[in-house]
């Protein structure tokens, strides 16, 4: 269904067509002046909204000096019932923190703050500059959310070439030519090598009583406006040109327009001119019809945190919880995904790390229970000695239902006792401009400016650990984090995070939250953590159809079985590390396997009824 805003709101421009009088900026004498540029920011996303900053740098006179540049953001919509209709709404910056209203010696009863937009996916974001010169960046959607950007898109407005009797807009996979003549109608001749212009797109559901269905209709309109423009009055008359140059005489039902252009015509819809304070027309005193017609947008701050949990939490959650832990016996590295929805038991899944590369550990030969799967009841794992231990327990707990196991360099071992340690794991503390740690044996020590650019400090606040995996160490972020899909909220489907911090941190299909490997001094990017979050992978951002991002590591496993009843027991003396592990690949949820040592069946994981039941609870 399009997300775009029902309503709409014709203005109606008498625009007479007269002839335009020249006369150049150099031969006035006082008067105001303004300089405006038109900034255009086209939504990547369908259904997304348009935004315009129109950025005016004003002049006492036309030669002399200026007390700055302020910026305002209009944002405009269609109708639902007819694309040639739209809506031009004000967006009101007020509310943001380190508002200014100086411009120079001037004060002015709009914000001045410089600020800019761009693109995440498609949804807007406000690079906002305050006062005190401290840069914010918010996702915006009716609220200002503190956001971390990790990658963006500039603007990608179009810009129009005269290519003799036609201008042609290219970009966008798209080609448009349009008649010079007709454009000549709103605009002075010079305007037409300085335009500029945004596509929208939505798709709309209409209901039709006659087959009891819907139709399906896909609307595309094009925007037009001119990239920058000079105003001025000179001896009681306005005149428009570009950058001051020789400009044409504006009569008073004349205007400077934003053009419609749908299905071969034009339409006039709004006079820029009015547009540049929020008052409307300084020099001829004509109101802005945005403001005096249409409820202000206003832009309210509000924390991360807040803003997941008005749109994810509720009765129906639409978000997930995540945390991830290390274990190490100095050559590997076990890290365990947890998995948690509101109102769910957690799901753990294991995998076993070598030199960077994770697979997933199956743990179903030590588990006896047929009738649950392993990943619903708790499991913890240690090392002793340079083996991996592993606890596990039933839930909820039974008698005689705790079970330990020791890895006996090639099968699980049964033994009495758990010794709770995480081996070879340290937690990072920030020493000046470093991360450090410490190891029983070695110091790692990390330029925190290497780590910003995987860990932003303002989402995870620094709390990360490192685990010794063969020849390097293997990195990732420790504090439990929660996790949604923007779609749900008021925007374009991506998946936003929300750590420790309060700042949102969108990840879209080409990123993600990263377990680094750091060896020989470098540190690279090792596996994308949010695909681990189930075998199926991760379905908070997902392909179409609802399909997950699938988990690579699955497929291709870790299985030990169980030690014989024969089998030498581990000399406690001993301190070597788990050595060759098998790998096998699951092809099927019937597929059986003898056991690495000792008789049995290992038995495959296969994806069960809850967790097909829960992945349809998230498609729906």
Partial sequence: MSRIMIGFLIFILSMSIVPFHGVSASSTQTFQAYQITIEGLEPHSIGILPYFIIMVKPYWLVNGSSPGEYRLLYTAYPSFNNITNWTFQYVNLTNLPGVTHRLGNVT???PTNDFTLFS???APIIHWQAENGTAYDYLTCNYAVPVVITHYTKNSQMVGHLEGNYVVFNGSNTTLKIPAEELLKYYPEQFLKNLGGVIYRDVVYIWNSTTASYMVIHRKAFLIYPLRLSYWKANGKVYAGVNFSKGAELWANQSIPILLYSKGKLKPLVDVLRLITPQGDPLRNLENPVIAMTPQRWITPLPAHKFFFKFFGGGYSRYISLHYSLISNGTSTVLIAT???PGWIPY???????????????????????????????FRFSVWRGHYELLLRELPPILNTTRVYLLNGTCWQSIESFHASN????????????????????????PLNELANYYPPKVWEWKLAAAKDGDGYLII????????NYYYACGPSFGIILGPGNYLLPVDNSSGVYALYYVNGNLKLAFDLLRLMSPQGDYIRTLP??????????????????????????????TSTVGVMETTTLTSTNTKEKAICGPGLVIILAVTAVVLKRLRKWSE
């Fill in 108 to 110: 002015l009863p709009w």
């Fill in 120 to 122: 995440y996916d498609g």
């Fill in 339 to 341: 998995m948690k929805e």
């Fill in 348 to 378: 753990y899944y294991p995998y076993l790390v070598v030199s960077g590369v994770p697979k997933f550990f199956n743990l179903s030969p030590t588990w006896t229970n047929s009738h649950e799967p392993w990943e619903l009841h708790e």
């Fill in 423 to 446: 081996g070879s794991v340290a937690r990072g503390v920030v020493e000046s401009d470093y991360m450090v740690f410490r190891f029983n044996d070695t110091t790692l020590r990390i």
């Fill in 477 to 484: 972020p420790t504090a439990g984090f929660d996790y949604g």
């Fill in 545 to 574: 159809s609802f399909k997950a991002l699938p988990n690579p590591y699955f497929n291709s496993s870790v299985t030990f079985g169980l030690c014989s009843s024969g089998a030498q027991k581990l000399e406690h003396t001993n």
